[in-house]
C-alpha cells in the first residue's frame, strides 16, 4: 500500500512563501505520477499540481501557474510544491496523492493526510 506524508504548511502573509513537502513510500514514481490537490472550507478538492518522469512533465492549475512550482527528488523520495507570491484564495488543506497527470485529477487513491495553509495578513 503506497505512503504519502505531507508537510510544510503554516500561517503566511499575503505575497509570502511556503514550500510543502510530500514524501512517499511503497510506490514507484516511474509509474505513478504525483501531485497536489486541494480542499478550502465548503468547496471540493481540486487538483493543483502534478508531475512524472523525473519532473520532465508537469501540469499546473490555471490558477496557480506562475506562482506554484513542483518538483521531485527521486533519490529522498519526496514531491515538493513551491508556492510564491500566496494570495488569502490559496488558504486550504493541501493533500499530496497519485493523480492524472493530463486529467489533473486523483488517480488511483493514494493520499496524504494533508497539511493547512492560511494566507493571512
Known amino acids: 500500500q503506497a505512503q504519502l506524508e505531507e508537510s510544510g504548511g503554516g500561517l503566511v502573509q499575503p505575497g509570502g512563501s511556503l514550500r510543502l513537502s510530500c514524501e512517499y513510500s511503497?510506490?514507484?514514481?516511474?509509474?505513478?505520477?504525483i501531485g497536489w490537490f486541494r480542499q478550502a472550507p465548503g468547496k471540493e478538492r481540486e487538483g493543483v499540481s502534478c508531475?512524472?518522469?523525473?519532473?520532465?512533465?508537469?501540469k499546473y492549475a490555471d490558477s496557480v501557474k506562475g506562482r506554484f512550482t513542483i518538483s521531485r527528488d527521486s533519490a529522498k523520495k519526496t514531491v515538493y510544491l513551491q508556492m510564491n507570491s500566496l494570495k488569502s484564495e490559496d488558504t486550504a488543506v493541501y493533500y499530496c496523492?497519485?493523480?492524472?497527470?493530463?486529467?489533473?485529477?486523483?488517480?488511483?487513491?493514494?493520499w496524504g493526510e494533508g497539511t493547512q495553509v492560511a494566507v493571512s495578513s
Open positions: 496523492g497519485t493523480c492524472n497527470i493530463w486529467k489533473l485529477k486523483s488517480e488511483f487513491g493514494f
Open positions: 511503497k510506490l514507484n514514481p516511474d509509474y505513478y505520477a
Open positions: 508531475i512524472i518522469d523525473s519532473g520532465l512533465n508537469t
